[in-house]
């Protein structure tokens, strides 16, 4: 069994309204160091394949085909053995 | 010529699907049936609607789901052959994500849920969709969304304005189209799209809120008269193409 770990954020061209309003807050709790923020989403996968190859191709394709859409996201994952 | 036949697809989470049903049926007097997510048959229908609301609880994405139902590939083929469909609202967002429709919604740039009337400029009265308006009506219809910032890249959009494929955009009430005019941070104040084709539409304004005249507004029935009307003309030909494919 393995453990797939999806990173799903907005693509660098699109404005993230979400990021912004959390930014603005952290600027009034006094963190003015924090320079931008993007807000993404962490989906974990429980997959049962025969090899750690084969529970990256299946966490590819279930990005490419849902957890992700392309025309505004992007999306980085992480496959480890449990 | 007979009546066309509407179908009103049912999400679980839909909650517009009354309102399309009810306008269709009693304020447009048309055959109207509603067709379940389930349902692996478009029952014989000359046009689809894609109503409103939350499908699955809009999760992961508005619409990403929603858009692997089973009636969603009878959708997907139907509008592919030709079938009228059109979105509105939810039914926007599952079109863009089933891909029949160019670009996405995201998050309304305010970051809040949006429910008011809004003014919208006709910018193209030449299609199946708008053909009972003329350029540049304004009419007046509501919006009510959190995810109704319509994106797509350069291409795209200069490809929806070179061939007219921009329907409505949020204007003021004299038809100017400002940035105050935009709820939601729509690209070009976008408000809806077809495919090229010209036979799959998207809105995310609601224009079943605005057709009973018991509501005080009836703009929204130039959506449902012209569809109905180029139903009526393309009938023939439509029956032809299936005739000619079996």
Redesign the interface.
């Known amino acids: 069994m393995y453990l797939a770990k999806v990173v799903v954020t907005?693509r660098k061209?699109?404005?993230d309204?979400?990021g912004k309003?959390v930014h603005h807050a952290l600027g009034s709790l006094n963190l003015p160091a924090v320079q931008d923020v993007r807000i993404g989403k962490l989906i974990e996968l429980k997959i049962d394949a025969a090899t750690k190859a084969d529970a990256e191709r299946v966490t590819a394709e279930a990005c490419k085909k849902?957890?992700a859409?392309p025309?505004?996201e992007d999306f980085t994952f992480s496959v480890e053995k449990l | 010529m007979t009546k066309p036949k509407f179908g009103v697809v049912a999400f679980p989470g839909s909650n517009c699907d009354h309102d399309a049903h009810y306008v269709l049926q009693e304020i447009m007097h048309q055959d109207v049936r509603f067709l379940w997510h389930k349902d692996s048959s478009l029952d014989g229908v000359d046009a689809v609607v894609l109503p409103g609301g939350f499908s699955y609880g809009d999760y992961l994405r508005c619409g990403a789901i929603a858009r692997f139902s089973p009636i969603m590939k009878e959708v997907i083929a139907f509008a592919n052959d030709g079938g009228m469909v059109v979105g509105i609202c939810n039914g926007f967002q599952i079109l863009c994500e089933a891909g029949l429709l160019p670009g996405a919604l995201l998050r309304n740039e305010c970051l809040t849920f949006v429910c008011k009337y809004i003014y919208l400029r006709v910018e193209n009265a030449g299609t199946a969709f708008t053909s009972d308006c003329r350029r540049g009506d304004v009419l007046s219809v509501p919006i009510a969304h959190g995810e109704g910032n319509y994106v797509a890249d350069d291409d795209t959009i200069r490809a929806l304005e070179k061939n007219q494929r921009i329907l409505f955009r949020y204007c003021e009430r004299d038809g100017s189209i400002t940035a105050s005019a935009n709820p939601n941070g729509s690209r070009g104040n976008i408000a809806g799209i077809m495919n090229e084709q010209g036979n799959v539409m998207g809105m995310m304004p609601h224009p079943e809120r605005a057709s009973d005249p018991v509501l005080g507004h009836t703009d929204g029935q130039y959506v449902f008269r012209s569809l109905i009307r180029s139903l009526m003309e393309r009938e023939p030909f439509h029956h032809q193409m299936i005739e000619e494919r079996s």
């Open positions: 907005l061209s699109i404005l309204p979400q309003a849902l957890l859409n025309v505004m």
